[in-house]
């Protein structure tokens, strides 16, 4: 298969209907469903079920979907890494979530900056389940991912820790002076709805809740009485002022922070980075 003709598919796979996907890769209809059908003659199977308003995915069109998908953020990553070693830049790019792990990362950034051979490291603070789409596709060479939130499919990881998770609530609600609460407690707050954070294609499922993108945005909308949320314990460094409290939930899941990198990567930098991270 060429990378032309993932390209091709997994624009028509997204849309769901061939012409949406021929204007937004800029091509002509017709030569679009041709290559579509080249595809599925050569691969001797349906990928996509026709109708008259668009299209659907078949079984083997879903696998194909996410296959593509990963190919073509390995070409990506390839092409970007590649270019870098060119350049000359022989420094680390390591993604975290905005807000996540502040204080891990900043006892790691130190504690590798001391090691003899530490070269720069350039930090990329990310969205909410962002981390993982630029590692895969070359945009960054190691990550701080959150388990069970993000997938480390096809990564090497080292786990660096677990914590428990609180709810965030504005200060005046009855449930802030509590010592802890249980999820039964939190569910279906009056007034104070989770919020709805984007998928990865940047759409929102629906609900009550406010979008939000990032967690300096929901924390104001917190201490505006408009949402509650659960996040991991060490989110208390960010609570500043008495707006804010943070309440343990007994049985909230655990939350664990790995880093992760490509499986293929012979970098000394990053092998270095990881010892430090696990050492920590």
Not at 136 to 153: E, M, N, Y
Not at 251 to 272: G, M
Request: proline fraction near 7%; aromatic fraction near 2%; charge should be negative.
């Amino acid at each position: 298969m060429e990378t032309r003709e993932l390209r091709y598919f997994v624009a028509v796979a997204e849309e769901l209907n061939v012409g949406r996907a021929a204007q937004r890769l800029g091509i002509a209809q017709p030569p679009l469903s041709r290559a579509i059908s080249q595809l599925e003659r050569r691969l001797g199977v349906d990928l996509l079920e026709r109708h008259s308003r668009g299209v659907t995915l078949t079984e083997a069109g879903a696998v194909l979907l996410r296959e593509a998908r990963a190919a073509l953020d390995a070409v990506e990553a390839a092409e970007r890494r590649t270019r870098r070693a060119a350049s000359g830049q022989a420094g680390l790019v390591l993604v975290a979530k905005a807000g996540a792990s502040a204080e891990l990362l900043a006892k790691l950034l130190d504690a590798y900056a001391g090691e003899p051979d530490a070269v720069g490291v350039e930090v990329l603070l990310c969205g909410i389940a962002e981390q993982e789409r630029l590692l895969r596709d070359g945009r960054a060479d190691v990550a701080l991912l959150h388990h069970p939130f993000d997938s480390t499919a096809g990564f090497d990881t080292e786990e660096l820790g677990t914590e428990s998770q609180v709810v965030i609530l504005p200060a005046g609600h009855p449930l802030a002076t509590r010592p802890h609460v249980r999820m039964a407690d939190i569910t279906d707050l009056p007034g104070l709805p989770m919020p709805r954070w984007p998928r990865p294609d940047g759409t929102y499922p629906e609900g009550p809740g406010p979008e939000v993108r990032d967690s300096t945005q929901l924390l104001q909308l917190i201490s505006l009485g408009r949402a509650c949320t659960i996040l991991p314990e060490s989110v208390r460094v960010q609570l500043r002022g008495d707006d804010l409290v943070a309440v343990p939930v007994l049985d909230a899941p655990l939350v664990t922070t790995l880093i992760a990198w490509p499986p293929h990567s012979r970098s000394r930098a990053l092998a270095a980075l990881i010892r430090t991270a696990t050492r920590l």
